[in-house]
């Protein structure tokens, strides 16, 4: 389940680089991202909250089950409902219009695509290169992120002594830190180029 729903995320970036400006689309795709982990930083404060609420407590209604544990599940699910209903309410889909006859290109925009068509060392045009190399670089980062998601915890509470609800607080600090970071991408952009800043944070994660 996890799996398709994070499909939706290459959905709506890819829709975001549609309908933006080129100068403009790394400060709109580094909020969307910072919405994207907004939610990986609330939810631990609120999964906290259920541990505190429901770890001497336990109801049951006919076969639903709320406890510590179950708590966190309803209220993904309500949330997931009301996204479900903003979107089929309020989202304004963006149809494809007719692709417009060519015009002549500047001489800037036909050496970039001269740069792109190129023969790298291993076969690739330089354009493939660069998206299997970004394709590579989501899922070293994806790969170090969910093994931190699935063991940060647990490694909190066996080596540091600490209960579920401090472990969560601090990861819910940590992302707010990073989710600062994202909001401030349009600023950073101002000094740093696109790959200084993916250089820059693989750095910070090693």
Not at 148 to 162: C, K, P, R, V, Y
């Amino acid at each position: 389940i996890l799996g398709v729903g994070s499909a939706t995320l290459g959905v709506t970036r890819a829709y975001v680089a549609e309908i933006t400006a080129t100068r403009e689309r790394t400060t709109y795709i580094a909020c969307l991202t910072a919405v994207q982990y907004g939610g990986f930083t609330v939810t631990p404060f609120v999964g906290s909250l259920f541990i505190y609420l429901f770890q001497d407590h336990r109801y049951e209604v006919g076969f639903l089950i709320l406890d510590q544990y179950s708590a966190a599940a309803y209220f993904m699910a309500v949330l997931c409902v009301v996204a479900l209903f903003l979107l089929m309410t309020g989202f304004q889909a963006r149809y494809r219009s007719k692709i417009a006859p060519k015009v002549k290109q500047s001489s800037r925009t036909l050496e970039r695509d001269e740069i792109g068509s190129r023969i790298t060392w291993f076969g690739l045009t330089t354009y493939n290169a660069t998206l299997l190399g970004c394709m590579l670089l989501n899922v070293s980062t994806k790969g170090s992120i969910g093994s931190f998601e699935t063991m940060g915890i647990s490694f909190a509470q066996s080596h540091f002594d600490l209960k579920p609800a401090v472990a969560g607080t601090i990861v819910s600090i940590c992302g707010a830190i990073g989710v600062m970071s994202l909001l401030s991408m349009g600023y950073l952009g101002r000094f740093l180029t696109d790959v200084q800043m993916i250089i820059g944070g693989i750095t910070v994660c090693a």
